[in-house]
Every structure is written in structure tokens, then in C-alpha cells.
């Protein structure tokens, strides 16, 4: 009979209603959750029988949720630079542990801190995943998510960095006087004769400890200057004399590096072996570029140091800093820096296909295609924006229109239900 089908579709009015209205409801809870995603409820016909004939049998609905995944929100400022947000596709590698054991989840929930062990996680209790970087600041990505690890930045509090390199602008006086006596390399570093410009710097070994490095300049003649860098005191190295580079710098007409004609030796990397037995990394040593005036120079001006920049030592307390490529890096108070994560923006072919988990993340699944892991701005991957949070993409206006709607329709649902009742009830009256 018709009429029951017309009653079974009020029923699956009603049901379909109550699942739009479960949709409207965890949308206006979640107004201000970072990051989140407004799930849209769209319906689709039931058919029992499409055929054209005198009667007609009711199918129904059937509501339709789809979550808004690829929507971006809006992105607001916060005052931790540890609050994280993309702009553009992509979602930040998570983990639901710290363990490399841990299942995987995606999110956009970028309000991360550091938790009792220093590991960053956010809101939801999801763990932040990155690429380590090696002391040259590099990584490779070959796709795996298993090569990623939770960031973690309190190991860095009371390590040591060692040097790597030494920049330096100096200014050598082209009138001085050129020594005309007899000239041995190693002769500034045995002390046997005197630079007629010198400067220190300090340098750091992987445990942190300090050294002395002079740089010693001596003029032989017209735009060529001696060049020794020794160790003081030169118990310090392993090198003879404590010399560990030495050579010619010559300079153009025009007062700037002649680095061609120059020893390649000063201009490379050095690489020091320390006697107390501490390892050490190649100091790149950053003394100018061929006919520039970034390092070192030769005018009338008095010699003298103009600026000078050494890395490394202890680390002590620091800030994070991330910038919009993902790389993250460790502030010291020292005002020197040190990159150690690079953080993977993960992308796929259809984000709105990916599967919901409690604490506003999601997991793959077939309908989202494969994941994708890349730096932030490549291979179509968002930027990371830092000191701001996402907003929710949820409208509070047009939820509460849905509202209305929804509620219109159900209580229209249960009309047809309660008609129906009557109508069978004229039925069964016919018998008396």
C-alpha cells in the first residue's frame, strides 16, 4: 500500500533532518576551534520504484554530510611563534604519540607548545612531526613518513654547536710600509716576526670549548699582503706552530680583493684537529668575493677590523623562529642561530576524501588518494605562516539559517507522519 511507503519516507525525513541537524550542531560547537572544518549536509533521494504507473511508492531521503576539508579559514595573529597556520593546500604531519610506533593523522590545528618533555603538540594532543636537520642543515625527503620524528627543541638547552664559520671584513692599509726582510711562512705564527696588523677571533669546538684563532697580515709589496691564521696558544691544534693556513692575498688597482691571485687556502675551509681531543666541524672562512669589498680590502684608511661574525659555542636559552618554508630554527641569546627541523607539508589528490578523527585531525583514506610530504611553497604545498592560528570555516549566520530549515523541515516530516496515521485509521474504521 502507498500509504506506507508515505510513512516510511516521513521516517527517513526525520532521520535525514536529525543527521542536518547533528551537522549544524558540531559546526556552531566548534566555532572556535583552531583549524577546523565545517561539514556541509547536502540530501539525496531514496527510489523504490522509478517506473511511471498509476501508483506510486515513496522512497525518501537520505542526508548527505561532506566535509569542507579543502576550505581555507582565515588566519589570525597570535603571540607565540610556536602557533602555526598554512596558507594555501597542505596539513601539518602529526602523530598521536610520541613513539615512531604512533599512528599518523593530518591536521590544520596549528597551536602548538611544548609539552613536559619538550615535544611540540598541539590542542587535540597530536604530536608535530619534522625531517631532522644534520649540522649542515640538511635533510632528505624520500617520501617516507616513517623517516620523520616528533620536534623536540629542549635538547638543545646546554649543548654546544661548533663553529663553522668565520666572517670578516678587514680593512688593510694600502700605504703601509712593505717588510722587506727576509719572510718564511710560519715565521707570524712562531712569533719570530711581528703581524703589522693582527686580529682574534674565538672559535668553538663540538664541546662547546672557546679558542683563539689570530689572523695575522703582513705587507710584501705593492697590493700583496702575507696571511697566516694560527692558533694562540698553539698547544691549542695539532697543527706545527699552531699555523693552520697561511698564503698571499693580493688586490686590485682599485682597492678590492684580487681573489684569483689570491692562496686558496685562506678563502676555503679549515679543517682543525684540537688537541683536548674534541671534535670539530670545517670552518667556512667568508673573507670576500673576487673584485668585491664584502671582506677584505685595501685603501688608505688606517687598518682595522670593520665587522666580524663567528658561529657556535654553548647554547643557552633561546626563541624558535619557523619561517614560511618550514624550516625551523633555534634564536640564542648569543644572537646566533641554528636550523634543526624542517617541517613536511603533507598534500593529496582529494583532502575533502580524508577520514575524520577526534582532536580536529584526519587520516587517509582511498577516497583522499596518497599523501605527498614536501617544504612549505613546493610542489603545490602552502606556506607556513607563524605567530597566527587558522580559524574555523564555520559561518554562524548561515548555520543558524540551516537551523531553521532543518527544523522546519523535520517538523513538516513528522506531519507526514501523523496524516498518514489518520488516513489508516479511516481504513481500519471501515470495519465496524
Given amino acids: 500500500m502507498s500509504l506506507y511507503s508515505a510513512l516510511y519516507a516521513g521516517v527517513s525525513g526525520l532521520s535525514a533532518e536529525a543527521a542536518a541537524m547533528a551537522g549544524v550542531a558540531d559546526n556552531i560547537t566548534n566555532i572556535n576551534t583552531v583549524g577546523y572544518k565545517g561539514t556541509d549536509t547536502q540530501f539525496r533521494t531514496m527510489v523504490t520504484d522509478g517506473k511511471a504507473r498509476s501508483t506510486y511508492s515513496a522512497g525518501g531521503v537520505q542526508a548527505a554530510p561532506r566535509s569542507l576539508i579543502s576550505q581555507q579559514g582565515l588566519l589570525s595573529a597570535s603571540t607565540s611563534a610556536t602557533d602555526l597556520a598554512i596558507d594555501g593546500n597542505g596539513m601539518f604531519v602529526t602523530r598521536d604519540g610520541s613513539g615512531a610506533d604512533s599512528a599518523v593523522s593530518f591536521t590544520r590545528a596549528g597551536s602548538f607548545t611544548a609539552d613536559k618533555q619538550g615535544y611540540l603538540r598541539n590542542t587535540g594532543g597530536y604530536y608535530l612531526q619534522g625531517w631532522k636537520l644534520d649540522n649542515a642543515g640538511n635533510y632528505t625527503n624520500t617520501g617516507d613518513l616513517n623517516a620523520l620524528e616528533p620536534v623536540r627543541l629542549s635538547d638543545l638547552t646546554g649543548t654546544a654547536a661548533p663553529t663553522s664559520k668565520v666572517a670578516m671584513r678587514v680593512n688593510l692599509q694600502s700605504t703601509q710600509e712593505a717588510y722587506t726582510g727576509a719572510y718564511a711562512a710560519g715565521d ?86 684540537w688537541t683536548n681531543g674534541a671534535g670539530s666541524s670545517p670552518i667556512k672562512l667568508q673573507l670576500g668575493d673576487d673584485k668585491g669589498l664584502n671582506g677584505l680590502t685595501q685603501f688608505g684608511s688606517e687598518s682595522a677590523l670593520i665587522s666580524s661574525s663567528v658561529d657556535g659555542g654553548l647554547q643557552g636559552a633561546f626563541t624558535v623562529q619557523v619561517s614560511e618554508s618550514g624550516r625551523v630554527s633555534a634564536l640564542f641569546e648569543d644572537g646566533t642561530s641554528r636550523e634543526v627541523f624542517q617541517l613536511p607539508i603533507a598534500t593529496f589528490p582529494n583532502p575533502d576524501g580524508l577520514t575524520r578523527l577526534s582532536g580536529n585531525a584526519y587520516a587517509a583514506s582511498d577516497l583522499s588518494g596518497l599523501v605527498a610530504i614536501n617544504e612549505g611553497g613546493a610542489a603545490g604545498a602552502g606556506k607556513l605562516s607563524s605567530n597566527n592560528l587558522e580559524a574555523s570555516t564555520v559561518d554562524l549566520a548561515g548555520e543558524f539559517t540551516n537551523m531553521i530549515r532543518f527544523q522546519r523541515a523535520y517538523s513538516a516530516s513528522s506531519k507526514i507522519i501523523t496524516t498518514v496515521d489518520d488516513m489508516l485509521q479511516e481504513v481500519s474504521n471501515l470495519k465496524r
Avoid: C
Fill in 188 to 273: 707570524m705564527a712562531k712569533g719570530t716576526l711581528a703581524p703589522q696588523f693582527t686580529r682574534a677571533v674565538t672559535v668553538y669546538d663540538a664541546q662547546g670549548g672557546s679558542h683563539q684563532l689570530n689572523i695575522g697580515f703582513t705587507k710584501r709589496g705593492a697590493n700583496e699582503w702575507a696571511t697566516e691564521i694560527y692558533a694562540s696558544p698553539a698547544s691549542d691544534v695539532s697543527a706545527a706552530n699552531g699555523m693552520v693556513a697561511g698564503g698571499t692575498v693580493r688586490f686590485n688597482g682599485d682597492g678590492s680583493l684580487d681573489l684569483a691571485g689570491s692562496s686558496k687556502d685562506l678563502f676555503g675551509s679549515l679543517n682543525i684537529g
